[in-house]
T-cell receptor
């Protein structure tokens, strides 16, 4: 069974630009969560999608948004990039909402560098 | 609020030594789940184990073992006879119901270096 895939693996952008990251969950998984990982803040929850609806959101500004498609694939968008947005963005999928009743499986991440 | 504390930032051991990674959690909920993940240099978090709050039975899987003690709110992870391939950052995580949804909190991670 294929794991969670994320594209692209690496991105370099400049301040002010916007970026879209993509995540394809494990087949049959309907919940997709996004996390930001930085050396200073660790792993921080961004948001979670289930059945094309955002069900849960972390404490991030509105520049961070996402969506989920009918095939459960998800995209995350960051607008007006700031230097502090440089991070590893991880996507996780699970069979049910939230990962608490089922395990979250992570993708390899997208490493975003903002110059 | 829930919190996961991994007090050990970095640990170095010589190959074949045993090593224990500590995890202490805080939650007011009676129903919750605890996880351990491994993050090798490639970046992907690899799921290792899940334990629910009603199951305090310790578990052993090969060289890995987990000790869950509700009385001390701890969920420690031991690697026996460590190997170089065990070098990674290990995260402990807590998941609990929150307003009808699950909320996952990760610890700050423990970087394990196994020296050959």
């Amino acid at each position: 069974k294929a794991g969670v895939t994320q594209t692209p693996r690496y991105l370099i952008k400049t301040r002010g630009q916007q970026v879209t990251l993509s995540c394809s969950p494990i087949s049959g998984h309907r919940s997709v969560s996004w996390y930001q990982q930085t050396p200073g803040q660790g792993l921080q929850f961004l948001f979670e999608y289930f059945s094309e609806t955002q069900r849960n959101k972390g404490n991030f500004p509105g520049r961070f948004s996402g969506r989920q498609f009918s095939n459960s694939r998800s995209e995350m968008n960051v607008s007006t990039l700031e230097l502090g947005d440089s991070a590893l963005y991880l996507c996780a999928s699970s069979r049910v909402l939230g990962g608490g009743t089922d395990t979250q499986y992570f993708g390899p991440g997208t490493r975003l560098t903002v110059l | 609020a829930q919190k996961v504390t991994q007090a050990q930032t970095e640990i170095s051991v010589v190959e074949k030594e045993d090593v224990t990674l500590d995890c202490v959690y805080e939650t007011r909920d009676t129903t919750y789940y605890l996880f351990w993940y491994k993050q090798p240099p490639s970046g992907e978090l690899v799921f290792l184990i899940r334990r629910n709050s009603f199951d305090e039975q310790n578990e052993i899987s090969g060289r890995y073992s987990w000790n869950f003690q509700k009385s001390t709110s701890s969920f420690n992870f031991t690697i026996t006879a460590s190997q170089v391939v065990d070098s990674a950052v290990y995260f402990c995580a807590l998941s609990r119901p929150s307003g009808g949804y699950q909320k996952v909190t990760f610890g700050t991670g423990t970087k394990l270096q196994v020296i050959p």
